[in-house]
C-alpha cells in the first residue's frame, strides 16, 4: 500500500515590505505635518498646566516699558547675559523663568530668549497667568 504524503506548506507572510512602506508613510506624514504647523497663525490663550515655577529658579522678567529685571532687580540690556551667566556658571540646570508683558512684540521677547540661552542656561521656562 503506497501512501502519499502530504508537503507541509510553509505560509509565512513577508513583513518587510508592509512595514518598508508604513515607515516611508509614517516619514512623509511627520515632514508634511512640520511644514504645516509652522504656517498657522495663532492667538495664544491663556493657560493652566497645573504646575508652578521651580523654587530655586532665576525669574527674568521685561516689562511694557521693555526694561528687563532678574529676580526683581533692574539690569541693564547689555549686563543681562553677564549676570545671567554669573549665576548660571554654578548649575547651567538651574531653571529661568522669563516673565513678558503681554502687550511686548514676539521679537523682543525672543531677544530676551536668546540671550538667556547664550548665557548658558539649559531649562527656560515662559511663565504665564492661570485661567479663571
Given at each position: 500500500m503506497d501512501f502519499q504524503r502530504r508537503r507541509r506548506i510553509d505560509a509565512n507572510i513577508d513583513m518587510t515590505?508592509?512595514?518598508d512602506t508604513l515607515l516611508q508613510l509614517?516619514?512623509?506624514f511627520l515632514l508634511s505635518m512640520s511644514f504645516i504647523a509652522s504656517a498657522v497663525t495663532l492667538s495664544l490663550p491663556r493657560a493652566s498646566a497645573g504646575k508652578s515655577a521651580p523654587s530655586e529658579s532665576i525669574v527674568v522678567s521685561i516689562d511694557a516699558?521693555?526694561?528687563l529685571s532678574i529676580n526683581r532687580e533692574l539690569v541693564a540690556r547689555p549686563d543681562l547675559r553677564d549676570?545671567?551667566?554669573?549665576?548660571?556658571?554654578?548649575?547651567?540646570r538651574r531653571p529661568v523663568v522669563l516673565r513678558a508683558d503681554r502687550?511686548?512684540?514676539?521679537?523682543?521677547?525672543l531677544d530676551?530668549?536668546?540671550?538667556?540661552?547664550?548665557?548658558?542656561s539649559t531649562q527656560v521656562h515662559?511663565?504665564?497667568q492661570e485661567r479663571e
Open positions: 515590505p508592509m512595514i509614517f516619514v512623509t516699558q521693555q526694561q549676570r545671567l551667566a554669573g549665576m548660571l556658571r554654578n548649575d547651567a502687550s511686548l512684540a514676539y521679537e523682543k521677547i530676551v530668549l536668546v540671550v538667556i540661552q547664550q548665557a548658558g515662559l511663565a504665564y
